[in-house]
């Protein structure tokens, strides 16, 4: 079974926002005394935090599937619900943040970097944080909002100075070994090493970890062997090392074309370049080669005999025995200086709390489109006010659509309507095509406050509840009688022209 994984998929929901509260304060001879509704409480977030102590990403890889609490709702007597905890989720140092299209979101490096996946949502306000001078008691309150949803993909580039890498058996894992406390597994069949190791070199003033990864063969970029999946663990490093076998059995292998064979499969590796630390592309990062297995007689001809060779390339050679620990003291000082050097060069960000959020977008800006469905217009309105306020209305409260209303033509939405061309009876949309809302559109004029004066959770605009008074009444049943003698008279005037006869009256019709 895998203990370790440097690679997944996280879904990751954020709490929703309790929903805000629409009471009324009562008291003894005060039956309405206010409103006294609370807020509904925050949805927690959740949150990606580095830990030196996680080395893996595996928790994430059996439960990919994280959801922060929820706020509590908001209650009478101006009680604020609760926020919702953030859900913290710890990931190793080098995790690489990416969305679904594969950008890099974010590169959480050092203790403590913390990044924002998905927000919760905001509680909706109750009726007491509603009320206003012409607002007095309203008879609603605003919904919570949903957490907001975020698929990541989390990588690990593990941070190490300096990488190990050459054909599988070179030596890589016996090498780390040899200059580190790390222990890793040495055998002598290929792909010992199955996941990255790391190593902490102490050489004289400089301490710098080495990573030793799977070994690589022709091919690997193609996916052969355990293929290049495990290159992104060399791509932070400021130093690369060619491990080469000079005492390999395999007839058709000798270190030269090895070499040539391990650069071709670095080159076909497309990292992610520009994340930080990582700016110089692999193929031009500084490297040195080792020549390995030198207490092997042939092992320490053969390495004599390629040295000039490798030299006439402009590479630093080393010949080393991971087994006798010959040469090893010179190589561990001489990539200290390489890790010095490179240091300097760009100094480590050492922010120890990087604390990340998603980019604030412009929130007052909105968007109104006129599109077509099935033959039939519709005007698409977009923007993150508009979409918000839809999130936070309760449909079934008349007076809570209304402020919905009001608050839309505060902001201009019914203004660019006009201005695009949509008519009262439009269908008109607010959000994105799959989740949207739908209207018919029906043109506030006023704005709408000074219309609150009917019985509590309606709106005047929506409903016509007004009853004729008496007055009306009247004026309706004169016009009705008036309407009616006007048509007998016309009647009268008809017959004694002889338009017509009433055989009652005027006998038998008698035809000419
Ligand atoms: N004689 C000799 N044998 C060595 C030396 N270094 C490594 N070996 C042997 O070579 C074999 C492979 O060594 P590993 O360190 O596992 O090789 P690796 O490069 O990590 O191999 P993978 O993990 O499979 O990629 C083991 O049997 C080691 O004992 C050396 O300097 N001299
Ligand atoms: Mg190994």
């Given at each position: 079974m895998?203990?370790?994984?440097?690679?997944v998929?996280?879904?990751a929901?954020?709490?929703?926002?309790?929903n805000?509260c629409a009471?009324i304060h009562r008291?003894?001879?005060?039956?309405?005394?206010?409103?006294?509704g609370?807020?509904?409480?925050?949805?927690?977030s959740?949150?990606?935090?580095?830990?030196?102590?996680?080395?893996?990403?595996?928790?994430?890889?059996?439960?990919p599937?994280r959801?922060?609490?929820?706020?509590?709702?908001?209650?009478?007597d101006?009680r604020q619900?609760?926020?919702g905890?953030?859900?913290?989720?710890?990931?190793p140092?080098?995790?690489v943040?990416?969305d679904?299209e594969?950008?890099?979101?974010?590169?959480?490096v050092?203790?403590?970097?913390?990044?924002?996946?998905?927000?919760?949502g905001h509680?909706?306000?109750?009726?007491a944080?509603?009320s206003?001078?012409?607002?007095?008691a309203?008879g609603?309150a605003?919904?919570?909002?949903?957490?907001?949803?975020?698929?990541v993909?989390?990588?690990?580039k593990?941070?190490?100075?300096?990488a190990?890498?050459?054909?599988?058996?070179a030596?890589?894992?016996s090498?780390?070994?040899?200059?580190?406390?790390?222990?890793?597994?040495?055998?002598?069949?290929p792909f010992?090493?199955?996941v990255p190791?790391?190593?902490?070199?102490?050489a004289?003033?400089?301490?710098?970890t080495?990573?030793?990864?799977?070994?690589?063969?022709p091919?690997?970029?193609?996916?052969?062997g355990l293929?290049?999946?495990?290159?992104r663990?060399?791509?932070?490093?400021?130093v690369l090392v060619h491990v080469?076998?000079?005492?390999?059995?395999?007839p058709?292998?000798?270190?030269?074309?090895?070499?040539?064979?391990?650069e071709?499969e670095?080159?076909?590796?497309?990292?992610?370049?520009g994340?930080?630390?990582v700016r110089?592309?692999?193929?031009e990062r500084?490297?040195v080669?080792?020549?390995n297995k030198i207490?092997?007689p042939?092992?320490?001809?053969?390495?004599e005999?390629?040295?000039p060779?490798?030299e006439?390339?402009?590479?630093?050679v080393?010949?080393?025995?991971?087994?006798?620990?010959?040469?090893?003291r010179a190589?561990?000082?001489v990539?200290?200086?390489?890790?010095?050097?490179a240091?300097?060069?760009?100094p480590?960000p050492?922010?120890?709390r990087v604390?990340?959020?998603?980019?604030?977008?412009?929130?007052?800006?909105?968007?109104v489109?006129?599109?077509?469905?099935?033959?039939r217009p519709?005007?698409?309105?977009?923007?993150?006010?508009?979409?918000?306020?839809?999130?936070?209305?309760?449909?079934?409260n008349?007076?809570?659509?209304?402020y919905?209303?009001?608050r839309?033509a505060?902001?201009?939405?019914?203004?660019?309507l006009?201005?695009?061309?949509?008519?009262?009876?439009?269908?008109?949309?607010?959000?994105?095509?799959?989740n949207?809302?739908i209207?018919?559109?029906e043109?506030?004029?006023?704005?709408?406050?000074e219309?609150?004066?009917g019985p509590?959770g309606?709106d005047?605009?929506?409903?016509?509840?007004?009853?004729?008074t008496?007055?009306?009444?009247?004026?309706?049943y004169?016009?009705r009688?008036?309407?009616?003698?006007?048509?007998?008279a016309?009647?009268?005037?008809?017959?004694e022209?002889?338009v017509?006869?009433?055989?009652?009256?005027?006998?038998p019709a008698?035809?000419?």
């Amino acid at each position: 079974m895998a203990s370790f994984v440097d690679r997944v998929v996280l879904h990751a929901s954020g709490g929703s926002g309790g929903n805000g509260c629409a009471s009324i304060h009562r008291e003894k001879f005060k039956p309405l005394a206010g409103p006294d509704g609370g807020n509904g409480g925050n949805g927690g977030s959740v949150i990606l935090r580095v830990d030196a102590q996680v080395t893996t990403l595996l928790e994430y890889h059996h439960s990919p599937h994280r959801h922060a609490a929820s706020g509590t709702q908001g209650m009478g007597d101006h009680r604020q619900g609760s926020n919702g905890e953030d859900l913290v989720l710890a990931v190793p140092s080098g995790t690489v943040v990416k969305d679904r299209e594969g950008t890099v979101v974010a590169d959480l490096v050092g203790d403590g970097a913390e990044l924002v996946i998905a927000p919760g949502g905001h509680g909706g306000l109750g009726n007491a944080a509603l009320s206003s001078k012409r607002r007095k008691a309203p008879g609603f309150a605003l919904l919570g909002e949903p957490g907001e949803e975020a698929d990541v993909v989390l990588e690990l580039k593990t941070i190490a100075d300096v990488a190990l890498v050459g054909y599988p058996s070179a030596g890589k894992s016996s090498l780390i070994a040899a200059i580190s406390a790390a222990r890793p597994k040495i055998a002598d069949y290929p792909f010992t090493t199955l996941v990255p190791n790391l190593g902490v070199v102490q050489a004289g003033e400089t301490r710098y970890t080495v990573a030793d990864v799977p070994g690589l063969i022709p091919g690997a970029s193609e996916g052969k062997g355990l293929g290049l999946e495990f290159l992104r663990h060399v791509e932070r490093c400021a130093v690369l090392v060619h491990v080469l076998d000079c005492a390999t059995l395999e007839p058709d292998r000798d270190p030269l074309s090895d070499l040539d064979v391990i650069e071709a499969e670095l080159a076909a590796y497309a990292g992610d370049l520009g994340i930080t630390g990582v700016r110089i592309p692999l193929t031009e990062r500084p490297r040195v080669v080792v020549l390995n297995k030198i207490d092997v007689p042939e092992g320490r001809e053969l390495a004599e005999m390629v040295r000039p060779d490798l030299e006439a390339r402009g590479v630093k050679v080393f010949e080393v025995s991971a087994v006798s620990h010959e040469g090893l003291r010179a190589l561990t000082y001489v990539l200290g200086e390489y890790v010095d050097r490179a240091r300097k060069a760009a100094p480590a960000p050492e922010a120890a709390r990087v604390v990340l959020r998603p980019k604030a977008v412009d929130d007052k800006g909105f968007t109104v489109t006129r599109k077509e469905a099935g033959g039939r217009p519709f005007f698409e309105v977009r923007g993150v006010k508009p979409e918000r306020w839809v999130r936070q209305t309760d449909f079934s409260n008349d007076e809570a659509v209304g402020y919905l209303a009001d608050r839309l033509a505060t902001l201009g939405v019914e203004e660019k309507l006009f201005k695009v061309g949509a008519v009262a009876g439009d269908e008109v949309r607010i959000g994105p095509e799959h989740n949207a809302v739908i209207f018919d559109w029906e043109p506030t004029l006023i704005t709408g406050s000074e219309l609150l004066g009917g019985p509590r959770g309606t709106d005047l605009r929506l409903e016509d509840t007004s009853r004729p008074t008496r007055g009306d009444k009247r004026r309706q049943y004169t016009e009705r009688m008036d309407a009616k003698a006007e048509a007998r008279a016309e009647l009268w005037t008809e017959r004694e022209a002889g338009v017509w006869t009433d055989p009652d009256v005027d006998g038998p019709a008698t035809n000419p």
